[in-house]
T-cell receptor, first 115, second 114 residues
Framework: EAQVTQNPRYLITVTGKKLTVTCSQN?????MSWYRQDPGLGLRQIYY???????DKGDVPEGYKVSRKEKRNFPLILESPSPNQTSLYFC??????????????FGPGTRLTVL | AQSVTQLDSHVSVSEGTPVLLRCNYS??????LFWYVQHPNKGLQLLLK??????LVKGINGFEAEFKKSETSFHLTKPSAHMSDAAEYFC????????????FGQGTTLQVKP
């Protein structure tokens, strides 16, 4: 089954304790992206990657890191989490058709609480 | 700059009545537009997309949307609401065809009353 998976689905942690949220897709998609969802704000892009070893900042990158060492994986790293990073996080991926991108497929989400 | 505005944060309808979720966009060129649905505690699912082909787009579960360039709108409609349609709906614009970047509206929560 074609899918985007995220782990963990739920995480409660404390300020300053480094954490990683994993994202993996099995569709051989070039493009992957991380979003955070906050009430009344919709989804906002954190980081994206257009291919292996190619990453760039989205609209709200502060406090986050990413890496893209393999095509299928795109982990999100919070080196020193703070309470304002409490949010619902989504990973997404998409493929190219010629010069344009197709619609994005989303993972099930990771609900993070930072105390 | 591209942007998306969903005109209602909350819409309530009775089961069997029509649904209208409103979306306006701002784009400096011909955009690609999407509607995604998020059911409680679930991820986002694509309902339909407009990519410069037919202006009336049909999606899954009986939803459709009409791209109106003169009004810069992409409203989502369904003739008859079902209880299972209760969810949050996002109107989304793609920044440009050769980047994957998406801009999301704030979301509209659809409540369906029996």
């Amino acid at each position: 089954e074609a899918q985007v998976t995220q782990n963990p689905r739920y995480l409660i942690t404390v300020t300053g304790k480094k954490l990683t949220v994993t994202c993996s897709q099995n569709m051989n998609h070039e493009y992957m992206s991380w979003y955070r969802q906050d009430p009344g704000l919709g989804l906002r892009q954190i980081y994206y990657s257009m291919n292996v070893e190619v990453t760039d900042k989205g609209d709200v990158p502060e406090g986050y890191k990413v890496s893209r060492k393999e095509k299928r994986n795109f982990p999100l790293i919070l080196e020193s989490p703070s309470p304002n990073q409490t949010s619902l996080y989504f990973c997404a991926s998409t493929s190219r058709s010629g010069s344009s991108y197709n619609e994005q497929f989303f993972g099930p989400g990771t609900r993070l609480t930072v105390l | 700059a591209q942007s998306v505005t969903q005109l209602d944060s909350h819409v309530s309808v009775s089961e069997g009545t029509p649904v209208l979720l409103r979306c306006n966009y701002s784009s400096s060129y011909s955009p690609s537009l999407f509607w995604y649905v998020q059911h409680p505690n679930k991820g986002l699912q694509l309902l339909l997309k407009y990519t410069s082909a037919a202006t009336l787009v049909k999606g899954i579960n009986g939803f459709e949307a009409e791209f109106k360039k003169s009004e810069t709108s992409f409203h989502l409609t369904k003739p008859s609401a079902h209880m299972s349609d209760a969810a949050e709906y996002f109107c989304v614009v793609r920044v440009s065809s050769n980047t994957g970047k998406l801009i999301f509206g704030q979301g509209t929560t659809l409540q369906v009353k029996p």
